[in-house]
């Protein structure tokens, strides 16, 4: 494998990816529209490019996140979100890898793991400040031809209150039709109330182009409701 040629194609995927992001006037985890991520990777030179919109009643934010295979079960994720108001909340950009290789498979098991980093800007910061670092284990089950059960497990670490959580996700997806998903998921960790989410996704491209719809809330926390709009481009080879 020629390495600098294989940084080279990624660098330039990724300016194709903020280009594609301008042209559809969306901002873009992998997995969309799932906050739980499901053990499988991108092959290597396959990218896709997911861009969503999170509204809140004090607050919107503009998610965009490319990712890319490296080489085949290893994938590297970009995110970049951008609050409103700027003036009162917290600017993040996070990175993260994921290995999930065709062999980390039992029985109907498949397995991964992922590991990120991120940075937090405060309105009265000049600069960005560390913020966590994650890591996770990824476990995905076909339970018929339908249903699909994703599972992940992990640590996060608040380099700055230096304080750590133990964190959890499952989802359940169901995929009535090959143009339909729904699911359903519960997020968290051991220190705050869960967040509960719903939503749908449409393929406008069979699993090339996704548009999709998200409503979560948390759990004891009164105005905690949410909801999403998103678009997914998935597949794209180089």
């Given at each position: 494998m020629n390495l600098s040629k294989d940084i080279q194609k990624f660098l330039q995927l990724l300016t194709l990816a903020s280009g594609l992001a301008c042209m559809v006037n969306l901002p873009a985890q992998a997995g969309r529209p799932l906050t739980t991520d499901d053990a499988g990777a991108n092959d290597q030179a396959v990218c896709q490019v997911e861009s969503w919109l999170d509204y809140a009643s004090d607050a919107r934010s503009a998610h965009f996140a490319p990712a890319c295979g490296l080489m085949d079960g290893l994938e590297l994720g970009l995110e970049f979100i951008r609050v409103s108001p700027g003036s009162e909340q917290v600017q993040g950009r996070a990175v993260?890898?994921?290995?999930?290789?065709?062999?980390?498979?039992?029985?109907?098991?498949?397995?991964?793991?992922?590991?990120?980093?991120?940075?937090?800007?405060?309105?009265?910061?000049?600069?960005?400040?560390?913020?966590?670092?994650?890591?996770?284990?990824?476990?995905?089950?076909?339970?018929?031809?339908?249903?699909?059960?994703?599972?992940?497990?992990?640590?996060?670490?608040?380099?700055?209150?230096?304080?750590?959580?133990?964190?959890?996700?499952?989802?359940?997806?169901?995929?009535?039709?090959?143009?339909?998903?729904?699911?359903?998921?519960?997020?968290?960790?051991?220190?705050?109330?869960?967040?509960?989410?719903?939503?749908?996704?449409?393929?406008?491209?069979?699993?090339?182009?996704?548009?999709?719809?998200?409503?979560?809330?948390t759990n004891a926390t009164p105005d905690s409701q949410a909801w999403g709009i998103g678009l997914g481009w998935y597949g794209i080879k180089f």
């Amino acid at each position: 494998m020629n390495l600098s040629k294989d940084i080279q194609k990624f660098l330039q995927l990724l300016t194709l990816a903020s280009g594609l992001a301008c042209m559809v006037n969306l901002p873009a985890q992998a997995g969309r529209p799932l906050t739980t991520d499901d053990a499988g990777a991108n092959d290597q030179a396959v990218c896709q490019v997911e861009s969503w919109l999170d509204y809140a009643s004090d607050a919107r934010s503009a998610h965009f996140a490319p990712a890319c295979g490296l080489m085949d079960g290893l994938e590297l994720g970009l995110e970049f979100i951008r609050v409103s108001p700027g003036s009162e909340q917290v600017q993040g950009r996070a990175v993260g890898i994921k290995w999930a290789p065709e062999w980390a498979s039992w029985q109907d098991w498949r397995f991964g793991l992922k590991a990120g980093t991120s940075n937090g800007k405060a309105p009265d910061e000049p600069d960005w400040h560390q913020a966590a670092n994650s890591f996770a284990v990824l476990a995905s089950l076909p339970l018929n031809p339908q249903w699909t059960l994703h599972i992940n497990l992990g640590r996060e670490h608040d380099r700055r209150e230096h304080a750590s959580a133990s964190t959890y996700a499952a989802a359940l997806a169901w995929s009535p039709s090959e143009r339909w998903l729904v699911f359903g998921e519960l997020v968290g960790h051991h220190n705050a109330p869960a967040t509960q989410s719903a939503g749908l996704r449409y393929w406008l491209l069979p699993e090339q182009l996704g548009l999709d719809v998200t409503a979560s809330r948390t759990n004891a926390t009164p105005d905690s409701q949410a909801w999403g709009i998103g678009l997914g481009w998935y597949g794209i080879k180089f």
